[in-house]
């Protein structure tokens, strides 16, 4: 559905991400996962279009979009929540949520809104209270729900653990698999990666900008040592090493 082919994107004359390739079919939940700085933020932003590409492409079922505006890739139906969830502090939680589909209609805002509530039952309680007074949980949640507003096709959650208590961690966690159900595939970056890895079908491995594994996340369950060997192959390989 989703696929990026040796990407390069950065920030001026700084390279974040280079020759990074990924995959996500329908109804696949992918970790990114990988040390501060390595690019995981900036491969969410490529896609969306946050960032522009420098070089390589991102194609939606088989349409190149990397030349679209963000909007038009939202439309496609991509969504993202960014790292420190981004919401309208002053706003209720409602009027947060409607933001998510001000494009649509009132009749499929309503139903939309009625599918975040059942998936977060917590936000039903909550609806008229101001967006800036929730805890971090109820942000968070506030966030990832108003993504949903759109309706995506495949979410993409940039850390959605940041700064939360490990039983608020697992509430978000336990949705994943309830998007998945409702037709949503879902990349997810994740510096807690026991956490991820619980969840995916298949991980990504970032390390200075690039792409040092994607595969299947078993191996990194059942090995404790196979991430660390991971990065050191890298290392000895660019050294000329044994990979
Ligand atoms: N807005 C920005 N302007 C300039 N440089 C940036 C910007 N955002 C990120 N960078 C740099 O790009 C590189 C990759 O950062 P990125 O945030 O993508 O990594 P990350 O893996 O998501 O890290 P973290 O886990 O700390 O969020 C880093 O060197 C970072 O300093």
Redesign the pocket.
Known sequence: MLRVRSIRA???D?T??DDVSMAVGEREIVGVI??????????L?AITGVVPLTAGSVTWCGEPIDRLPTDARARRGIAMVQ?GRRLFASLSVRDNLVLGAYHADRATRQAAEDDVLELFPALRDIRGRTAGVLSGGEQQMVAIGRALMSRPRCLLI??PSLGLAPFIVDEIYRTLPTLVELGVAVVV?E?EVGRVLKVVDRVMV?HE?RSVYEGSGERFRTDPDALASVYLGHELADQGGAA
């Open positions: 950065g920030y001026g700084l974040a991400i990988g040390p501060n700085g390595a690019g995981k933020s900036t491969l932003r790292e940039d850390e970056v510096q970032l900008g």
